[in-house]
Every structure is written in structure tokens, then in C-alpha cells.
């Protein structure tokens, strides 16, 4: 039964009250009102339950996208998804024309620089120019070096090349293409480097599991055993979900893109196992410690329970002895040490139907 039929008990239960409260009122008028109506569930091993479910693609551990350190118009592109690359074969080339005449440029200014200042310093050491004018040429010198190897180095970087040998995921440009400087031209996978699932979790079950937590996969028919390798340290702000990364091992057929299922084993708190309640057990929940009313006896308890989070119409507890019973519905009737009525909502269902007939 979801939430919301829960919830809608509350009503039943306050129809039973009345009905409590009105039945014999003509004989014992002074008689003490009857204990509140409550409905009670009894705590459940969590046992396998505690499992988080994930569901994610396969990639690479180390996936690299290649990109131009400047714009310029590709000129080669000599590789298609799919195809394996050796490290160091080239990928892409753009027009270096650009690029080169930026090289010219810079060596020209350079050259300039070092002329400038072999001639001032002639002048120095005859008087005829101050310290002042000879360390300002020397600035200009060390500048005009900078951008000669920044030049160059944007030259080198005309031209692509594979960074380990592997295989190539996506290749969003094409040739002919004006790319920008940082574009993606190519994706290329460490064909040396494992296979992870990556996938999101939501954030209140990541208290469920830590770093090296077993995981059950399962992608294209195959069933594999990973294990948890890294955990992200932000929550989407639109999803309330943190990446998991978990480890798988190297089986034929698995590739990056394909779509893989996880049970990632829960983590007991504290060293206890959780235990399951229903989830308008909760009444307030504050860093990790939740309160519910715990039935002793026929009176209500506020007791303080370890929270591991909300699994669909269930909460996730520590702290509650095996076979104690918790209020669900009129809970919030019901004060700590107060004594109770327990009944069970189809009893009350079936007096509430036999009262209004």
C-alpha cells in the first residue's frame, strides 16, 4: 500500500474515535474518554532490502577528448567510431596556415627584441642610455621569448595525435569543419584502462554504502560482480542524485555507451543491520537521527532512531529491538508517554461503515 492510502487511514482513524467516544455515552456519561485510536506496524529486517538500485552506462576509466589548442579549419580526420588508434598516430590536423603565420609573427618580435637590446646595451656601457631603458629591454626580451613559445607550442598543437593506444568513442567534428579553440574533435578511450559503470544514485541512499561496497551487474546478459571505486562529491541540483563509479571487469562484448543495471550492497550504520518501518513512522528527521513512537506496553514512546533513508514507501532504521511496533497513522494525536488504543484499520473501516448505516 503506497503513502497516500496510508495517509488517507488518518481520517478512518478519527471517525473511529468519534465512534469510540459516542458508543455506550448515554450510560456512562462520566466515564474518562477512551485513549486515543492509533494504527501500529511491527519493525522488518531490511535483509537484502538494503540494497540501492542504479541503473547507468558503461565508459572507460580514462576517456580523453581531443581538442585544438586553437581555431582553425580541419584539413585530416583519419579515424571513425569504433576504429583502434596506436599512441602517437595522428588523429586530426587543421589548416596550420594561421597558426604558422602567428609562429612568424612572434618570431619576428623576438628577433626584434634581441636586437634592441644588444644595441642598448652598447649605449649603456657608453653612457649614452640609462639602467632604466636597458632593464626595460630586457623585459621586452623575456615577453617576446613567452609568446615565441606559446606560439610554437600552438603549433605543435595543430595536429592531433593518440595519447595511449585505445579506441575511439565518439568523433563529433568532421573534416572541413571550423572547429574552436577546446572543441571536441575526437573521444578516445585507454584501451589498457577498466571498464566502469557509471551511475546516479540519489543522495539520501548514499549513506547506504561506502567506497569498496560489493555491486551486483548486470549488462547485455551477462551477470558481473563490481565493486564501488568512486563516489561524487556534488549533487545535481535539478536531480538530487550523486555519480557512482563502479568497477566491473573485463568481459567480451562490453563496450562504452552500453546501458548496465547495479544492487550496490548496503552498509550497515554504526555496525547494526537496518531495519525497515513504514515511512509515516518518521515524525522528524535531523542529521541522520530520526524519531518515531514506539509502542510499550500500550503506551507511546518517542524513541531516537538512526535514519538511513527513505526506500519507496519505507524508511530505513537502526535502533529499534526486533519485533517492537511503531505508530503509523494518528501519531500525531498522540504525545510521548501517552497510553493508546491499537486497532487494525479494517476493523475500523468495517465499524465505520456499520456506524453511518
Do not use: H
Not at 631603458?133 to 603549433?155: I, V
Not at 555507451?257 to 518518521?282: D, F, K, N, S
Amino acid at each position: 500500500m503506497g503513502r497516500s492510502g496510508r495517509v488517507s487511514r488518518v481520517a478512518v482513524l478519527a471517525a473511529a474515535m468519534v465512534i469510540t467516544a459516542c458508543s455506550g455515552g448515554a450510560r456512562e456519561e462520566a466515564a474518562p474518554p477512551p485513549p486515543p485510536v492509533v494504527e501500529a506496524a511491527p519493525v522488518r529486517a531490511a535483509g537484502e532490502e538494503t540494497q540501492v538500485s542504479a541503473t547507468g552506462a558503461l565508459q572507460r576509466q580514462r576517456e580523453a577528448q581531443l581538442a585544438f589548442r586553437v581555431p582553425g579549419v580541419i584539413t585530416t580526420l583519419s579515424v571513425e567510431e569504433g576504429d583502434l588508434v596506436r599512441k602517437g598516430q595522428v588523429i586530426a590536423r587543421i589548416d596550420p596556415t594561421s597558426v604558422e603565420a602567428g609562429r612568424q609573427q612572434a618570431l619576428a618580435g623576438l628577433e626584434q627584441a634581441r636586437r634592441n637590446l644588444e644595441r642598448d646595451q652598447v649605449l649603456f656601457e657608453k653612457g649614452f642610455v640609462s639602467r632604466q631603458r636597458l632593464d626595460d629591454r630586457r623585459s621586452a626580451l623575456e615577453a617576446a621569448e613567452a609568446g615565441y613559445a606559446a606560439a610554437a607550442f600552438d603549433r605543435r598543437w595543430a595536429t592531433l595525435t593518440a595519447p595511449s593506444d585505445g579506441v575511439v568513442l565518439a568523433r563529433p567534428a568532421a573534416p572541413g569543419q571550423v572547429v574552436q579553440a577546446g572543441q571536441a574533435v575526437v573521444v578516445v578511450a585507454d584501451a589498457a584502462s577498466p571498464l566502469v559503470l557509471r551511475a546516479p544514485v540519489p543522495d539520501e541512499a548514499l549513506s547506504r554504502f561506502g567506497l569498496g561496497a560489493a555491486a551486483a551487474v548486470r549488462v547485455a546478459g551477462q551477470a558481473l560482480s563490481g565493486r564501488v571505486i568512486q563516489i561524487g562529491g556534488q549533487s545535481g541540483r535539478a536531480t538530487g542524485t550523486v555519480d557512482v563509479d563502479i568497477e566491473i571487469p573485463a568481459s567480451p562484448g562490453l563496450r562504452s555507451g552500453q546501458v548496465a543495471t547495479a544492487l550496490i550492497a548496503g552498509r550497515p550504520a554504526g555496525g547494526q543491520a537496518y531495519a525497515r518501518i513504514p515511512a509515516e513512522a518518521i515524525q522528524e528527521v535531523d542529521n541522520g537521527r530520526a524519531f518515531v513512537l514506539r509502542l510499550d506496553q500500550g503506551v507511546a514512546r518517542r524513541t531516537a532512531v538512526a535514519f538511513g533513508g527513505f526506500d519507496g514507501d519505507d524508511a530505513l532504521v537502526s535502533g529499534l529491538a526486533a519485533g517492537a511496533q511503531v505508530i503509523t497513522a494518528g501519531g500525531g494525536f498522540v504525545g510521548d508517554g501517552e497510553r493508546v488504543q491499537v486497532v487494525d484499520p479494517r476493523a475500523l473501516v468495517a465499524q465505520a461503515r456499520s456506524a453511518g448505516s
